[in-house]
Every structure is written in C-alpha cells, then in structure tokens.
C-alpha cells in the first residue's frame, strides 16, 4: 500500500496567494526601473503607487489569515481534507 502526501485547499490557496504577491512584487520592481523614462511620468508613479499599495493590503491579508490559522490551530495535518488520514491519503 503506497502513501501519497497530500496538502490542505486552504494550504494550495496561501501557496498561489504567495506566488501571485511574489509576481506581482517583481513585475512592480521592473516597472520601477523605467518609470522615469514613461512618456506620462506623473500618471504612470500614481499607477504605480495605486498598484504597490494594492499589493501590500494583498499581503496583509494574507498575513491576517496565517495568523488567523495559527491562533485557530489549525495545522496543515488537521486541515479537513476527504480522505486523509494523517496527513496522508491512502492509495490502494
């Protein structure tokens, strides 16, 4: 009998969340750098700010929710997932 390891829907949705903020804080980056060069520099640094503050009210609620899991208790091996059965779904 094979074990296959297996993770929470919260614990794939944080995963995603932490890769779109990591995307979106690079592309950011980029756009930082030729910001000065943007024919419409005035309207371009408000779209930036805009978007960088978006950004970090996205990672605060992402930090909300960790720390909402934390003091619920809630651990990747406890999280409710049909099947699973020690933190393992169980393969025939």
């Not at 950011?28 to 805009?50: C, G, K, M």
């Given at each position: 009998?094979?074990t296959i390891p297996t993770v929470s829907p919260?614990?794939?949705?944080?995963?995603?969340?932490?890769?779109?903020?990591?995307?979106?804080?690079?592309?950011?980056?980029?756009?930082?750098?030729?910001?000065?060069?943007?024919?419409?520099?005035d309207r371009a640094l408000?779209?930036?700010?805009?978007?960088?503050?978006?950004?970090?009210?996205?990672?605060?609620?992402?930090?909300?929710?960790?720390?909402?899991?934390?003091?619920?208790?809630?651990?990747?091996?406890?999280?409710?997932?049909?099947?699973?059965?020690?933190?393992?779904?169980?393969?025939?």
């Amino acid at each position: 009998m094979n074990t296959i390891p297996t993770v929470s829907p919260l614990e794939v949705l944080v995963v995603m969340e932490l890769e779109t903020i990591r995307l979106e804080h690079e592309r950011l980056s980029q756009q930082l750098t030729v910001l000065p060069l943007h024919p419409d520099a005035d309207r371009a640094l408000l779209d930036f700010e805009r978007s960088m503050t978006a950004l970090q009210e996205r990672s605060g609620r992402l930090e909300r929710l960790l720390d909402g899991m934390s003091s619920w208790g809630l651990e990747d091996s406890e999280m409710p997932v049909a099947g699973r059965h020690h933190g393992e779904l169980t393969a025939a």
